[in-house]
């Protein structure tokens, strides 16, 4: 069977003040066409549907549309929330929509179930897992802590992370995974051997790595769609990918933008590829005088692209923007850099990190600051603080 893999749709985001929107329904066709070209039977969506949790009624309707005409081709959707979305608002008829061929899923309703659907060749396990905020999680929800029974509900959450809601939802699958192959969809931050490369928009999680996951809570799956970061990626091995954005969302997104198809055989052997996106306009950060900046020559390849001008000269220069537009079509951010300041480009962030809990993060800063570690009573204090912050009403 092939499977279409995409995420972070992000519909109804705008670039600046343009809105994406005709691009995107670009993208949904060209994802309905591609779909019955390849003869998929399922595509994915890993989180990120829309670009807020109210999204407006444009974006909506276009998501209606691409779902209905996908199921019209015959294709199976499953799709799962993330952190943009609003989960009560994408998934209040999923018992509905599940009926239909479409599987949706958002927050922590159902999450850790298992959905065993029939394809051409055979069953397929299908473990939806959306974005899951650990400040969030019912009083009731994953496995037992050790001496559990003597914390309390505060204390519970405390525990709680990224890490281990996702590993308690992972575990609660599994127990009723049976069919000879399985795939996994999620919404995370997940971290590997290897660097992946994070993006200017990219909401973070958590700050300090405390919402990121391992890599190795997927080993069991046959293959695992991400979503969230928005480069094409894998986390280490080809099964375990992000599939990124179908369209530039930032000016750090210069890179290629594909959707990856899947082919899967009857016992969950992949072979792994992207099909090329080239729908959109492209990125391009441009930097030099005024002068330069409108030599006819000097960025032709910019000319529609959404452009962001470094201009590098000392003295003011009068409607700068006008000036640039004369040029450039679609100037979206103007930067003053007389002295010659360097924008920091994004770069690989080493992701094999330790999994911190907030807890060792506070104590951590404590003994940085003050060059050695808590004392009982700063410990109480820093506890005290974290809980206050983590603190979820029932």
């Not at 997940?190 to 660097?195: A, L």
């Not at 924008?343 to 404590?366: G, Q, S, Y």
Request: charged residues 25%; negative net charge.
């Amino acid at each position: 069977m092939k499977i279409l893999h995409t995420s972070d749709w992000h519909l109804g985001r705008t670039f600046g003040s343009t809105s994406l929107l005709a691009d995107q329904s670009e993208f949904c066709h060209f994802l309905v066409q591609t779909a019955i070209a390849e003869r998929v039977e399922l595509a994915v969506i890993a989180g990120d549907i829309f670009d807020r949790s109210i999204a407006p009624r444009e974006a909506i309707e276009l998501l209606r549309q691409t779902l209905s005409d996908l199921r019209r081709a015959g294709v199976i959707v499953a799709a799962i929330t993330g952190n943009h979305d609003g989960p009560d608002r994408v998934v209040p008829y999923s018992a509905l929509t599940d009926l239909s061929g479409v599987y949706l899923r958002g927050g922590y309703t159902g999450v850790g179930e298992t959905i065993t659907h029939e394809f051409s060749d055979g069953p397929l396990d299908l473990v939806l897992l959306p974005y899951l905020d650990p400040r969030a999680a019912p009083d009731d929800f994953g496995r037992a802590l050790e001496g559990e029974e003597s914390i309390d509900k505060l204390e519970q959450r405390r525990r709680r992370t990224h890490q281990s809601v996702l590993a308690d939802a992972i575990s609660a699958a599994r127990t009723t995974c049976e069919a000879p192959r399985s795939l996994a969809i999620s919404h995370a931050f997940v971290v590997g051997e290897t660097s992946c490369e994070e993006s200017e928009s990219e909401r973070i999680l958590e700050v300090g790595g405390s919402g990121a996951v391992d890599a190795s809570l997927f080993d069991d799956f046959s293959y695992t769609a991400l979503g969230h970061l928005h480069k094409p990626q894998d986390v280490g091995r080809e099964t375990l990918r992000y599939s990124g954005t179908p369209l530039r969302y930032s000016f750090s997104e210069n890179h290629d933008k594909s959707v990856t198809l899947i082919e899967m055989d009857r016992h969950g052997a992949s072979d792994v590829r992207q099909i090329p996106l080239a729908i959109g306009r492209t990125v391009a950060t441009l930097r030099g005088t005024i002068e330069e900046l409108l030599e006819p020559l000097f960025a032709p390849h910019a000319r529609d692209s959404f452009v962001r001008a470094v201009v590098t000269n000392r003295e003011t220069v009068i409607d700068l923007k006008v000036k640039l537009e004369q040029l450039y079509s679609n100037v979206v951010e103007i930067q003053l850099a007389p002295n010659g300041v360097d924008i920091n480009d994004p770069v690989p962030v080493p992701l094999h990190e330790k999994v911190r809990t907030p807890r060792e993060m506070a104590n951590e800063f404590w003994e940085a600051v003050e060059g050695s570690p808590p004392t009982d009573r700063i410990t109480s204090l820093l506890d005290d603080a974290v809980e206050s912050a983590l603190e979820v009403q029932p």
